[in-house]
């Protein structure tokens, strides 16, 4: 059977999964959210997924809310089998989980319980997890509180950032939607699933740039998993010697010393001691400058190094 969708995602992080819905099902429509101002002219800019919609000549529709019923009607009208929601950005309510046959399915970049929300890939390096994964959930009124009918996981390297583990899901989640549309097309049924122990449930709080600031009271292994977590955006900042720099990387090392203090730099970084252990910087950013080696840094900071 031809499956017949309605698809809803607006950032980079749904595209991959758009993609899965056009070769998975007809595509009837895509919701996405209102072309925001964008860049230094700050021109209202299409969403990714507008962008990939229009290039495969599919109707997009970017209604600012879901709850009027004429938006409601417009959605019915196209008599979907599914719609599938990844990163929308709009509420949606019950009236609208209600008009496809099979309801709604939504990618969620976590493992499910854990890390419900709207950050939970920083989150999970933030919390120094050893993995994640995705989830295909069928929603439902609640926050992420769906039963589960498909979940992959991944390991959380060492060196992962907010950036490659955010594409890594991306492309996950894309392979997790094409295998629960798959099954959907051979059963023309409900796909079985599994009810969320809600008790073991986490939130991951949505970013703020004011988390990014750096305390070096914090133990380093809590700052260097902050850094990775936050990077690319909002990405890490601290004090240095009475600059404000931006951190980029960083690892931290067994060391002590006056949490701030720089105890060494040079050709390696920067070692700046925290209230449990050594944060070497690796790469920074100056105001209005570019990202740099913490070493060539010191070569304009010559008074820095130790």
Request: proline share 7%; charged share 25%; with cysteine.
């Amino acid at each position: 059977m031809t499956l017949r969708l309605l698809f809803a995602g607006t950032p980079d992080f749904a595209v991959p999964s758009l993609r899965a819905a056009l070769e998975g099902g007809d595509v009837l429509a895509v919701l996405t959210q209102p072309d925001r101002p964008a860049g230094r002219g700050r021109h209202p800019q299409a969403s990714p997924v507008k962008q990939v919609a229009l290039e495969h000549g599919v109707p997009v529709l970017q209604p600012e809310s879901l709850r009027h019923a004429d938006v409601q009607a417009q959605l019915a009208a196209f008599a979907p089998d599914l719609l599938i929601v990844v990163a929308y950005g709009l509420i949606l309510p019950q009236a609208v989980l209600d008009i496809p046959r099979f309801g709604a399915w939504n990618v969620h970049a976590s493992l499910l319980p854990r890390w419900r929300g709207a950050a939970p890939i920083q989150r999970a390096i933030e919390a120094g997890d050893a993995e994640t994964g995705v989830c295909l959930m069928q929603m439902e009124k609640g926050l992420d509180t769906g039963p589960v009918l498909l979940h992959e996981t991944t390991p959380i390297a060492l060196d992962d950032t907010g950036g490659s583990l955010h594409d890594r899901l991306a492309q996950l989640g894309a392979e997790t939607l094409a295998e629960g549309l798959a099954q959907l097309r051979e059963s023309d049924a409900a796909l079985p699933s599994e009810i969320q122990d809600h008790v073991q449930a986490t939130y991951a709080h949505k970013l703020d740039k004011a988390e990014a600031r750096l305390d070096w009271q914090r133990p380093a292994v809590e700052l260097a998993r902050k850094v990775r977590a936050f990077s690319p955006w909002p990405v890490a900042e601290a004090t240095l010697d009475g600059e404000r720099l931006r951190i980029h990387r960083a690892v931290a090392l067994e060391g002590g010393g006056e949490p701030g203090q720089i105890i060494a730099a040079g050709r390696d970084g920067i070692d700046v001691a925290c209230g449990d252990g050594v944060l070497r910087l690796l790469d920074v950013q100056r105001d209005g400058g570019k990202t740099m080696a913490a070493a060539n840094y010191l070569n304009a900071r010559s008074q820095l190094r130790r």
